[in-house]
């Protein structure tokens, strides 16, 4: 018997793990097409993803990671009061 694992369900996986990813990352480790939207997508279904820039410490360069995190109480909030 297979089990099909979805790529969003994978990368939510990693991220749940802890892995930081960067949108190439995703795309060559999961092969998704769209990575800002495959995050989009995981965002709507209640997941706090984050993107925090980093610079290099080799060549200076600015890269984002995506990262599962904690909501805080504020954007909770503000998130009952949309719905109420």
Same mark, same amino acid.
Do not use: E, M, N
């Given at each position: 018997m297979t089990t099909n !694992? /979805?790529?969003t369900a994978k !990368?939510? =996986?990693a991220l749940e793990n802890g892995t930081e990813l960067t949108a190439k990352q995703i795309s060559a480790r999961y092969g998704v097409k769209n990575a800002r939207a495959l +995050? $989009? $997508? +995981?965002r709507m279904q209640g997941y706090p993803v984050y993107l925090n820039k980093r610079v290099s410490t080799f060549d200076g360069e600015t890269y984002s990671k995506y990262r599962l995190? /904690? =909501?805080t109480r504020s954007v909770v909030a503000a998130g009952y009061q949309a719905l109420a």
């Open positions: !694992v /979805t790529k !990368v939510l =996986a +995050i $989009s $997508s +995981i995190g /904690t =909501a």
